[in-house]
């Protein structure tokens, strides 16, 4: 659980924020579900409540299930490919996260690292949410689910690991199965993770036209964000390969806003985060491959070094 790890000083949305703020104005159309994407001769219809948009291509970055649930694809998908998108699970798509706040990081004082696995409570691993300075001061953790009596027993379990000061915390519960938008129907059915990353879903449908970018199907890393940012530059190579002769090779701006982002605002800490540590050299990016590339903090857990967790030992 020590490992070289990085996080978002302002936040996971503060990247998405900075994309779009470089969009030109209109382009993103805000509570404006795609309801339906049909073929037509010259390339696909995106339908919407209120209109019809023409595109020569699609991506779609939700996942696989997700967009069969939500988005009439006019039976214009192989009968492999839908059976395979049905049965997909959606990353996290079952998942609660529960974020604990705190006035200060209490644990740290008596030495512990935040961190935990248990099966004897709701939550089933914990990390440290804090900032780099211990501010603001939080824990956080993933259930299977929720039900009566769940954030009681997230307190009993958070106090039984770290002490009464955990008693103190404003509790912030976000159960993902109950998201419209981010999980269907029947989401904690779908456990065969074996089909991320699946090679149909490196090919486009629809004639070429339609292509997928969620974590869900990138062959390395999915769950993590490597596997989204590797996921879109994926679908645009594929864009722009069908604009250019084939002769030519596509071309990708390595200066990004996403590299300039994470330069100024991804920090290294010695904790969890959605970066996994290992995958550095999976990034298609070069530019991204040399922003986060940066040496673990002098402070951090040496390999072999014991390491502190929280509280009692837990089967």
């Known amino acids: 659980m020590d490992v070289p790890a990085r996080r978002y ?17 209109g382009t993103l159309h805000f509570s404006t579900p795609v309801t339906a994407i049909a073929a037509t001769d010259d390339g696909l219809d995106v339908h919407t409540p209120d209109t019809v948009h023409r595109a020569d291509h699609v991506v779609l970055a939700v996942p696989p299930a997700l967009a069969l649930a939500r988005i009439d694809l006019v039976d214009g998908l192989p009968a492999d490919l839908v059976l395979l998108a049905e049965s997909t699970p959606v990353w996290m798509g079952a998942v609660t996260k529960v974020v604990a706040v705190y006035e200060d990081a209490f644990w740290r004082r008596d030495g512990l690292a935040g961190a935990a696995f248990s099966r004897t409570g709701p939550l089933r691993e914990i990390h440290d949410m804090s900032g780099p300075d211990g501010s603001p001061a939080a824990l956080f953790g993933f259930a299977p689910a929720t039900g009566p009596g769940f954030r009681q027993a997230v307190v009993g379990q958070l106090t039984d690991l770290f002490g009464p000061a955990a008693r103190c915390g404003e509790l912030h519960v976000q159960d993902w199965s109950a998201e419209h938008w981010t999980s269907p129907r029947g989401v904690q059915f779908l456990n065969d993770y074996s089909s991320f990353g699946h090679p149909l879903y490196q090919r486009a449908a629809l004639d070429g036209r339609l292509h997928r970018a969620s974590t869900e199907t990138a062959a390395d890393q999915p769950g993590h964000v490597e596997s989204a940012l590797a996921g879109g530059e994926r679908a645009a190579h594929a864009v722009l390969t069908a604009y250019q002769d084939k002769s030519q090779e596509p071309q990708i701006a390595e200066q990004s806003i996403v590299d300039s982002f994470l330069n100024e605002h991804v920090s290294l800490l010695s904790t969890r985060s959605n970066f996994h540590s290992n995958a550095w050299n999976k990034f298609p990016s070069r530019a991204l491959r040399a922003r986060l590339n940066w040496v673990a903090p002098s402070d951090r857990v040496s390999p072999g070094q014991p390491t502190r967790f929280g509280g009692k030992p837990q089967d």
């Open 9 to 25: 000083r302002s936040g996971a949305a503060a990247l998405t924020d900075r994309l779009t703020a470089a969009l030109p104005a």
